[in-house]
């Protein structure tokens, strides 16, 4: 079974920085899709940020040139580094990992940035 568990959420002020991250426990293959999801509140849950097998990473136009996703596969922990934070970047941030057909989801953490 698969488990994610995300860290590093907290208060931040507009300008600032933090990096979360994702470690997962379980089988995890090579061939996989890991994402960034966040939820404001009274919004739908978006896709952020997503590292795919080979490497390939994609952002929403929202945090392009600020976040920055890598992951560290002998540790299978996936990171979120979030510099320029503004305060429409708080949410609850979820990890999720696609492999073989199935996905999982984190716990989230909450990410708030006060102006």
């Known amino acids: 079974q698969v488990q994610l568990v995300e860290s590093g959420g907290g208060l931040v002020q507009a300008g600032g920085s933090l990096r979360l991250s994702c470690a997962a426990s379980g089988r995890i293959f090579s061939i996989n899709v890991w994402g960034w999801y966040r939820q404001a509140p009274g919004k739908q849950r978006e896709l952020v940020a997503q590292?795919?097998?080979?490497?390939?990473?994609n952002y929403v136009d929202s945090v392009k040139g600020r976040f920055t996703v890598s992951r560290d596969n002998a540790n299978n922990t996936v990171y979120l580094q979030m510099n320029s934070l503004k305060p429409e970047d708080t949410a609850v941030y979820y990890c999720?990992?696609?492999?073989?057909?199935?996905?999982?989801w984190g716990q989230g953490t909450q990410v708030t940035v006060s102006s």
């Open positions: 590292i795919i097998g080979g490497g390939t990473t």
């Open positions: 999720s990992l696609h492999q073989l057909g199935r996905l999982y």
